[in-house]
Structure formats: structure tokens, C-alpha cells
């Protein structure tokens, strides 16, 4: 069982049981086609829509997703997430950053640091142009910007090395 946010939005909560899906602990009449290795169709209330993965981290927790040509964001809590929360032992420490890698090939639309420059976690730092949609990469962690290794106008490839921090 997950527990989903996007944005602003209330946490729904999310279990696949074999091939039934519950959300908020209700059955709902959904089935998934998978298309490509990243790209789905779900059937739901005689609709259909498509679903592509652009991105996982796993660190955070987060699901970079287009559906239905609309980019969102999923922030995912597990079960152990909750029991952390419910003990009191949520609260990460800020974590260093090391490298910022590209979450899917793109294009380098803007790059909002320079060396030398501190970052906190959520400062942009780059605008990344995939699939027609600009996507601001943001700081995950602190750190001082040691060197960028990209220039504005060039293509990345998914896990290519940005910055370094």
C-alpha cells in the first residue's frame, strides 16, 4: 500500500492486490495495458488514458509521470514511511548533494546556478526541455556548486551528469 500526493492535493492511498486496485481502501473497475517499458493505458470509467514514466527517484520518493499529455508529480509514502512518521523519525536530516544527474533526455533550456554558488534544497537549477514541457531540475539537498558540466542549448541523456556539487 502507498499513500499519493500530488502537489497540493490530499494523500489517496494506493494498493494493487493481485488484479484488484484500491484506492482509499475502495475497489475500483481499472485495467493497465502496458504499451512500452515506460508507457501505459489504464481503462477506467470507459476511458481510457495514457500514462508514461519519465522518471523515478527513488531517493525521494518521487514519480515524475505525463498523463494524458499533463506532467505531473507523485510523492509516494510506503508503509514504512508511516511508521517512521508515527515514531517521530521522519524528520530527514538536510542531506549533502553530490551530483545532479538529468531524470530523462532532454534539452538544456536555462542554467539558474553558476560555480562556486550555495544551493538549498528546492533553488532551481536547471530548466530541462523533454517532450515539449520545461521542467525545472531543483536542488534535492545543500551544497556548493564545484562545477557544471553542461551548457545551456545541449542535449542530455537520462543519468547524465549536470552539476557537481
Given at each position: 500500500?502507498?499513500?499519493?500526493k500530488?502537489?497540493?492535493?490530499?494523500?489517496?492511498?494506493?494498493?494493487?492486490?493481485?488484479?484488484?486496485?484500491?484506492?482509499?481502501?475502495?475497489?475500483?473497475?481499472a485495467?493497465?495495458?502496458r504499451?512500452?517499458?515506460?508507457?501505459?493505458?489504464?481503462?477506467?470509467?470507459?476511458?481510457?488514458?495514457?500514462?508514461?514514466?519519465?522518471?523515478?527517484?527513488?531517493?525521494?520518493?518521487?514519480?515524475?509521470?505525463?498523463?494524458?499529455?499533463?506532467?505531473?508529480?507523485?510523492?509516494?509514502?510506503?508503509?514504512m514511511?508511516a511508521?517512521l512518521?508515527?515514531?517521530?523519525?521522519?524528520?530527514?536530516?538536510?542531506?549533502?548533494?553530490?551530483?545532479?544527474?538529468?531524470?530523462?533526455?532532454?534539452?538544456?533550456?536555462?542554467?539558474?546556478?553558476?560555480?562556486?554558488?550555495e544551493?538549498?534544497?528546492?533553488?532551481?537549477?536547471i530548466?530541462?526541455?523533454?517532450?515539449?514541457?520545461e521542467?525545472?531540475?531543483?536542488?534535492?539537498?545543500?551544497?556548493?556548486?564545484k562545477?557544471?558540466?553542461?551548457?545551456?542549448?545541449?542535449?542530455?541523456?537520462?543519468n547524465?551528469?549536470m552539476?557537481?556539487?
Amino acid at each position: 500500500m502507498y499513500s499519493v500526493k500530488t502537489g497540493s492535493q490530499k494523500e489517496i492511498k494506493v494498493d494493487v492486490n493481485g488484479l484488484e486496485f484500491l484506492v482509499n481502501d475502495k475497489s475500483i473497475d481499472a485495467s493497465v495495458e502496458r504499451i512500452s517499458a515506460s508507457k501505459y493505458i489504464v481503462h477506467y470509467k470507459n476511458k481510457s488514458h495514457t500514462i508514461e514514466i519519465l522518471g523515478v527517484n527513488n531517493e525521494d520518493k518521487t514519480v515524475n509521470l505525463v498523463i494524458n499529455n499533463k506532467q505531473i508529480n507523485l510523492f509516494l509514502r510506503d508503509k514504512m514511511d508511516a511508521l517512521l512518521e508515527k515514531l517521530g523519525m521522519n524528520q530527514q536530516v538536510s542531506s549533502a548533494i553530490k551530483d545532479l544527474k538529468a531524470p530523462m533526455p532532454g534539452l538544456i533550456l536555462e542554467i539558474c546556478v553558476s560555480e562556486n554558488q550555495e544551493v538549498k534544497k528546492g533553488d532551481p537549477l536547471i530548466v530541462l526541455e523533454a517532450m515539449k514541457m520545461e521542467n525545472v531540475i531543483k536542488a534535492h539537498g545543500e551544497g556548493v556548486v564545484k562545477s557544471i558540466l553542461v551548457k545551456e542549448k545541449q542535449s542530455v541523456e537520462k543519468n547524465q551528469v549536470m552539476i557537481k556539487f
